[in-house]
């Protein structure tokens, strides 16, 4: 069997291809240095609509991201609930350590409301007076209130 010049090249070719090592790539310091994840933040208050005078529960939410996100470790608690009235909050905790130190996935709070309204409700994480991430919802009362 005779082969032409032209594939005799290409078979050899293939060959060294097919047998050539390969060297991996030089690792960066951002491969080595795994990138957090921020959790995502949901708020949701229940009941969303009632006649005043009326007990509303929010609960604030993280969902996914790393347990041990360090922004969000031990952080401060605002709830503003819409009529001028503010709850805050904030904890004693341990030196943040990685991989060690949790989050804390959910934040609960209630109101009562005295007055007919729409009223947003703003839940905030802070750290001294910076609010790393906020969430809102709306609820809507009816009634006279006194």
Known sequence: MTHSLPTT???AAA??????VSIPAQSTEKDEKKEPKRPSLSLKATPGTGMVP???SAT????GGDD??????????EWN???GTV??????????????????????????YKRAGAFRIVFRLKHR??????????VRLLGGGY
């Open 9 to 11: 090249v290409f078979f």
């Open 15 to 20: 060959l060294f291809l097919a047998t050539s």
């Open 54 to 56: 009326i007990r509303v």
């Open 60 to 63: 604030a939410e993280f969902k």
């Open 68 to 77: 041990d996100y360090q922004e969000y470790y031990c952080p401060a608690i």
């Open 81 to 83: 609930w819409g009529d």
């Open 87 to 112: 709850s805050e909050s904030a904890n004693d905790c341990d030196p943040y350590e990685p991989g060690v130190s949790q989050i804390r996935r959910r934040f609960t709070g209630s109101h009562t």
């Open 129 to 138: 007076d910076k609010v790393l991430t906020s969430q809102t919802t709306l």
